[in-house]
C-alpha cells in the first residue's frame, strides 16, 4: 500500500507468498537484502506492520496539514459471487456460529454449578469452523475436493459440538416425565413457538400453573412460550381430552387470510397481493408481484464461483408452480401451505408459514437444484419508498443506496448482509431475513435475496443436489431499529430449544436493562477461571445500560477481546456501563 507522503512519514508495502495468508520466505528476504546493496533503489526496512502504524499514528498526531479521513463502507466492486457459492458450507457456517454460542453458554452454566468445562473441545470446533472461514472455502471458490473435505469436518466439528452440549445438559437437567425445559440461547426476550414430542391429547402448563396456548402437529405439539435472554424455563404436560380453539386462518383457493395479512397468488405461486391488516396498506406496489423465483443466466465473464456481473439481469426467467398449494395445517397458531414450484431439471419445494403472534412470513424451503450458470433469487416488489437500504453486519448494521445516481452506487448492484436486509420509509418497512443466505440487492422497490448459484469452474459440482434453507418476509411499523426487526432475526436463526427434563437451577448469568445492548458470547475465559461475557451495541445509538447476575459476582473487569484487562475491577455498587454506537465491549465475570 502507498500512502500520500503529505501525511505519511513512510511508504509501506506488504509482502507475503501467495494470497492464503502466507508469511515471507526466505528467497524474498535474500532479495531485500540483496536490494540494499543496488544503487537507486528505495532503502527497505523489514518491520511489521504494528510499528508502521505506530510511526503513523505519531506522524499524524504531529502533523498541521489537512488529513483526508475515509467514514463508511469501503465496498470492494468485485466478487459479488462469493455472497452465495457453496449454499452447503455457508448454511452450516451460520449454524456452527450459533451452535458454538448456545453450547458455550450452557457449559458455562455447567461450569458455575460445579461442572468441568470443556475448553479443549470447544477450541477444536472454533478451530475447524475458523480454518473453512479462510478464503478460497467459505467463498465458494474452492475446487471441488476442498468442499468434499469441508462437509467431513463439519460434521467432525457438529459431533464433538454435540457431544459436548449433551454432557452440559446432563449436568444441568434432571429428567422428569412429562415435563420439558425450553432454553433461549439469545438477547431478546419474546413469545416463541416451541416444537413439544407428545402425541397423545392434552394441555401444557407453565411454571406459574397457567395454560398454555398449544396446536396438535405430526410431529407432536406446537406451544406458545415466553422467553427471556439467555434463560430457561420449563413446562409440564397433562394427559386428557383438551379444547380445540377456532383456527384465525382462512383459505380460499388463492387465498389465505390471517390476523395480520391477506396473502394473494396467481396460477405461477407468485404472490399478488400482501396487505397488512393492521396498518391499512399494500405491501406490495400495486399490479407487482412478490416471492417471485427469478432465474437469471449467469455468465460472468471472469471468474464463475467469484463474480455475478450486472449485465446477468438481461436474461431472466421464473420458476412456476406445478401442482395446487396443499395445506398442511390450519390451527389455532400456525397455518402452513406447501408450494411447489419446478424450472428445467431442478424441484423447489416451499412451506409458506404464517401465524397468530407473529408478523413473520416464513419461506422454508427444499430444493432439488440441478442447473448450470444459472442464478436463483427470491423477489418482493415493495410499495415501500426510501433511497436508502438497511443491511446486517457483524456487530451492527450499514446502510446502502437503492438507487444508481453514480457509479459508485451502482456498483452496489449485489451486496452482503449477516441475518437481514431492510427497506423503510418513515413509520412502516420490510424485513427480509434468512438462516444462511448473504447476498442481496434492494434497487428502487424491488427487494431480492440470493438462494443459490450454480458456478461451473472450479468445481463443476458447485451447488448441485439438495438445499434447504428458509427466508422470511417481516413487515413492521416504525424504522428497522424500532420495528423488531433484530429480534426477528435472531428467533429465526436462533430458536428456543426444547429438552425434556428441568433444569435444577434457573439463575441467569448476565442480565441486561436494556434490548439495545445484545448479548453475543459468554464463555469461560482462555486462562482465568472466571467468565468472559461480548456484549454490543445494535441499534446505532448511544446506551447506558445496568447489568447484573442471578448468581453471587464478586467482581467484574473490563477486558478486551484477547481477555486483557482494561481496567481495575469496577466498583461493587456500579454496574452500569455506557455504550457508543456498535460500540464492542467484554467483561470478566468473577463469582
Known amino acids: 500500500s502507498t500512502l500520500d507522503r503529505s501525511s505519511a512519514a513512510s511508504d509501506v508495502y506488504k509482502r507475503q507468498y501467495g494470497d492464503g495468508g502466507g508469511g515471507v520466505t526466505r528467497d524474498m528476504l535474500e532479495m531485500r537484502r540483496a536490494m540494499d546493496l543496488l544503487p537507486g533503489l528505495p532503502h527497505v526496512k523489514t518491520s511489521t506492520a504494528g510499528h508502521f502504524f505506530d510511526i503513523l499514528h505519531t506522524h499524524l498526531a504531529q502533523t498541521d496539514r489537512y488529513i483526508p479521513v475515509w467514514d463508511g463502507e469501503l465496498y470492494l466492486e468485485y466478487h459479488r459471487g462469493t455472497y452465495t457459492?457453496?449454499?452447503?458450507?455457508?448454511?452450516?457456517?451460520?449454524?456452527?456460529e450459533h451452535d458454538l454460542l448456545t453450547t458455550e453458554w450452557l457449559s458455562s452454566l455447567a461450569y458455575l454449578s460445579g461442572a468441568s468445562y470443556n475448553q479443549e473441545d470447544l477450541e477444536t470446533v472454533w478451530r475447524l469452523l475458523l480454518l473453512h472461514q479462510f478464503h478460497d472455502i467459505i467463498p465458494g471458490s474452492s475446487i471441488h475436493e476442498v468442499y468434499e473435505d469441508s462437509r467431513v469436518n463439519y460434521a467432525q466439528a457438529n459431533k464433538i459440538l454435540s457431544s459436548v452440549r449433551t454432557k452440559a445438559l446432563q449436568h444441568l437437567v434432571t429428567p422428569s416425565e412429562y415435563t420439558?425445559?425450553?432454553?433461549?440461547?439469545?438477547?431478546?426476550?419474546?413469545?416463541?413457538?416451541?416444537?413439544?414430542?407428545?402425541?397423545?391429547?392434552?394441555?401444557?402448563?407453565?411454571?406459574?400453573?397457567?395454560?398454555?396456548?398449544?396446536?396438535?402437529?405430526?410431529?407432536?405439539?406446537?406451544?406458545?412460550?415466553?422467553?427471556?435472554?439467555?434463560?430457561?424455563?420449563?413446562?409440564c404436560f397433562l394427559s386428557g381430552e383438551a379444547d380445540v380453539p377456532?383456527?384465525?386462518?382462512?383459505?380460499?383457493?388463492?387465498?389465505?387470510?390471517?390476523?395480520?395479512?391477506?396473502?394473494?397468488?396467481?396460477?405461477?405461486?407468485?404472490?399478488?397481493?400482501?396487505?397488512?391488516?393492521?396498518?391499512?396498506?399494500?405491501?406490495?406496489?400495486?399490479?407487482?408481484?412478490?416471492?417471485?423465483?427469478?432465474?437469471?443466466?449467469?455468465?460472468?465473464?471472469?471468474?464463475?464461483?467469484?463474480?455475478?456481473?450486472?449485465?446477468?439481469?438481461?436474461?431472466?426467467?421464473?420458476?412456476?408452480?406445478?401442482?395446487?398449494?396443499?395445506?398442511?395445517?390450519?390451527?389455532?397458531?400456525?397455518?402452513?401451505?406447501?408450494?411447489?414450484?419446478v424450472y428445467r431439471h431442478s424441484r423447489l419445494t416451499q412451506d409458506l408459514s404464517v401465524y397468530r403472534d407473529s408478523r413473520r412470513i416464513d419461506l422454508r424451503t427444499h430444493v432439488d437444484w440441478h442447473e448450470e450458470h444459472r442464478l436463483l433469487k427470491a423477489a418482493f416488489y415493495t410499495d415501500i419508498r426510501s433511497t436508502k437500504a438497511t443491511y446486517d453486519i457483524q456487530?451492527?448494521?450499514?446502510?446502502?443506496?437503492?438507487?444508481?445516481?453514480?457509479?459508485?452506487?451502482?456498483?452496489?448492484?449485489?451486496?452482503?448482509?449477516?441475518?437481514?436486509?431492510?427497506?423503510?420509509?418513515?413509520?412502516?418497512?420490510?424485513?427480509?431475513?434468512?438462516?444462511?443466505?448473504y447476498g442481496y440487492n434492494i434497487k428502487d422497490r424491488a427487494m431480492k435475496i440470493s438462494l443459490l448459484k450454480s458456478a461451473k469452474h472450479p468445481d463443476t459440482q458447485a451447488d448441485m443436489g439438495e438445499h434447504d434453507f428458509t427466508y422470511s418476509l417481516y413487515p413492521h411499523k416504525g424504522s428497522v431499529t424500532e420495528g423488531g426487526t433484530i429480534e426477528e432475526a435472531h428467533r429465526l436463526n436462533l430458536p428456543a430449544q426444547v429438552i425434556s427434563g428441568s433444569f435444577s437451577d434457573t439463575r441467569r448469568i448476565l442480565w441486561l436493562s436494556s434490548s439495545q445492548v445484545q448479548i453475543d458470547a459468554i464463555k469461560k475465559a482462555e486462562d482465568e477461571d472466571c467468565l468472559v461475557v461480548h456484549l454490543h451495541e445494535c441499534r446505532g445509538g448511544r446506551a447506558q445500560i445496568h447489568f447484573g447476575s442471578d448468581y453471587p459476582l464478586r467482581k467484574v473487569v473490563p477486558c478486551n477481546l484477547l481477555e486483557h484487562d482494561l481496567s481495575p475491577a469496577l466498583p461493587e455498587d456500579t454496574r452500569t456501563l455506557l455504550f457508543h454506537p456498535f460500540e464492542i465491549k467484554a467483561l470478566k465475570l468473577w463469582f
Open 85 to 96: 457459492s457453496q449454499a452447503y458450507n455457508k448454511k452450516t457456517n451460520r449454524q456452527l
Open 180 to 235: 420439558f425445559s425450553v432454553y433461549s440461547p439469545k438477547s431478546f426476550a419474546g413469545s416463541e413457538l416451541v416444537q413439544i414430542p407428545v402425541q397423545e391429547p392434552g394441555i401444557f402448563l407453565d411454571e406459574g400453573g397457567n395454560l398454555l396456548d398449544s396446536q396438535k402437529t405430526d410431529e407432536g405439539y406446537l406451544v406458545l412460550i415466553q422467553t427471556w435472554p439467555f434463560s430457561t424455563t420449563s413446562l
Open 246 to 341: 377456532p383456527t384465525p386462518f382462512h383459505r380460499e383457493r388463492n387465498r389465505l387470510e390471517t390476523p395480520f395479512y391477506s396473502i394473494a397468488w396467481n396460477e405461477e405461486g407468485q404472490w399478488t397481493a400482501l396487505y397488512d391488516k393492521e396498518a391499512e396498506r399494500s405491501i406490495l406496489v400495486p399490479g407487482a408481484l412478490g416471492n417471485v423465483l427469478e432465474v437469471f443466466e449467469d455468465k460472468p465473464v471472469n471468474y464463475d464461483a467469484w463474480d455475478v456481473d450486472i449485465f446477468y439481469t438481461q436474461k431472466m426467467e421464473t420458476m412456476h408452480l406445478c401442482q395446487e398449494p396443499e395445506v398442511l395445517e390450519l390451527g389455532p397458531l400456525r397455518a402452513v401451505l406447501r408450494f411447489t414450484y
Open 395 to 437: 456487530f451492527g448494521h450499514v446502510e446502502r443506496p437503492t438507487h444508481w445516481n453514480t457509479s459508485w452506487d451502482w456498483a452496489r448492484f449485489e451486496v452482503c448482509a449477516q441475518q437481514w436486509a431492510d427497506l423503510s420509509e418513515q413509520g412502516y418497512g420490510v424485513s427480509l431475513l434468512s438462516d444462511g443466505k
